[in-house]
């Protein structure tokens, strides 16, 4: 089992940047694919970005391409996700995912966090 726990969310004017952190606890997440989704109000969780075990491969949904950046420390079992330049758009509740297989798709991902808020205002 893997725990999985989000923070660094928060409100930001467009244009701002914040820097989302998942701690895990229970297993290493060094075997895992980690992932970040996120769910605007009344719309469907949807795939943000994931790297590979080692961090080796990263994939972005079109929309935060070169915006967003995916890392991931494996000696603190942490997954972050660097947001810049952020659009009211990208307002959301953001949920770290760890997984066996890379992918874009939810259900190929065993383990969530409960999400961390994003506001950004224009």
């Known amino acids: 089992q893997v725990q999985l726990v989000e923070s660094g969310g928060g409100s930001v004017q467009a244009g701002g940047s914040l820097r989302l952190s998942c701690g895990a606890s229970?297993?290493?997440?060094?075997?895992?694919?980690m992932a970040w989704f996120r769910q605007a109000p009344g719309k469907e969780r949807d795939f943000v970005a994931v790297?590979?075990?080692?961090?080796?491969?990263?994939s972005y949904t079109e929309s935060v391409q070169g915006r967003f950046v995916i890392s991931r420390d494996n000696a603190k079992n942490t997954v972050y996700l660097q947001m810049n330049s952020l659009k009211p758009e990208d307002t959301a509740v953001y949920y770290c995912?760890?997984?066996?297989?890379?992918?874009?798709?939810?259900?190929?991902?065993?383990?969530w966090g409960q999400g961390t808020q994003v506001i950004v205002s224009s």
């Open positions: 229970g297993r290493s997440i060094s075997t895992y694919t």
């Open positions: 995912a760890a997984g066996q297989f890379p992918g874009r798709t939810r259900n190929l991902y065993n383990y």
């Open positions: 790297s590979t075990w080692n961090g080796g491969s990263t």
